[in-house]
T-cell receptor, first 112, second 112 residues
Framework: QKEVEQDPGPLSVPEGAIVSLNCTYS??????FMWYRQYSRKGPELLMY????GNKEDGRFTAQVDKSSKYISLFIRDSQPSDSATYLC????????????FGRGTSLIVHP | DTEVTQTPKHLVMGMTNKKSLKCEQH?????MYWYKQKAKKPPELMFV???????INESVPSRFSPECPNSSLLNLHLHALQPEDSALYLC???????????FGQGTRLTVV
């Protein structure tokens, strides 16, 4: 079992839909959770990060962490064609040289 | 300023060439990274520098040689590469090794 599991998709939704992207993990030591957006042939862009369970909101984006279920989500409201990209989750533990572990990424397509 | 700058953006090199990739950040981050990314795959960690010292080498072949001249700069020296080394090479930085990383736009390397 991989430490971080993420469905590669593609996930295809109509413009305006609410998108839910998810990752599960097996390492209970993970405490820092990140979401990146990557457009084709570009570097990953840090979208959101959180250090605790619960929700964090930034504009149309909401990150949710459920440590008891080892499950994190990224919600995108009012999705736009410009949101079409690959979304990568990443997570790490506190202390020491614990480099973030990435999920394989989910390809999202928002069609007009 | 959350920018990590990588040069060049594109590089084509022969198998006998020597070239270098450069990365710069001015966020005061003390951890810097090199990642390799193949198409439709997540970034794959190559090297980590922490406080200008090499802290992680993920068993990368010696034809890749990292260098950290100071806290803002990171280089990756390339020599005698193989065609299978063609990929997007990403530089990233973070406050500490387990914290959220900011990526550059990458260097798209083609080995011919």
């Amino acid at each position: 079992q991989k430490e971080v599991e993420q469905d590669p998709g593609p996930l295809s939704v109509p413009e305006g839909a609410i998108v839910s992207l998810n990752c599960t993990y097996s390492n209970s030591a993970f405490q820092y959770f990140m979401w990146y957006r990557q457009y084709s042939r570009k570097g990953p862009e840090l979208l959101m990060y959180t250090y605790s369970s619960g929700n964090k909101e930034d504009g149309r984006f909401t990150a949710q962490v459920d440590k008891s279920s080892k499950y994190i989500s990224l919600f995108i409201r009012d999705s736009q064609p410009s949101d079409s990209a690959t979304y990568l989750c990443a997570m790490s533990a506190s202390g020491g040289s614990y480099i973030p572990t990435f999920g394989r990424g989910t390809s999202l397509i928002v069609h007009p | 300023d959350t920018e990590v700058t990588q040069t060049p953006k594109h590089l084509v090199m022969g198998m006998t060439n020597k070239k270098s990739l450069k990365c710069e950040q001015h966020m005061g981050h003390r951890a810097m990274y090199w990642y390799k990314q193949k198409a439709k795959k997540p970034p794959e960690l190559m090297f980590v520098y922490s406080y200008e010292k090499l802290s992680i080498n993920e068993s990368v072949p010696s034809r890749f040689s990292p260098e950290c001249p100071n806290s803002s700069l990171l280089n990756l020296h390339l020599h005698a590469l193989q065609p299978e080394d063609s990929a997007l090479y990403l530089c990233a930085s973070s406050q500490k090794e387990n914290r959220e990383a900011f990526f550059g736009q990458g260097t798209r390397l083609t080995v011919v």
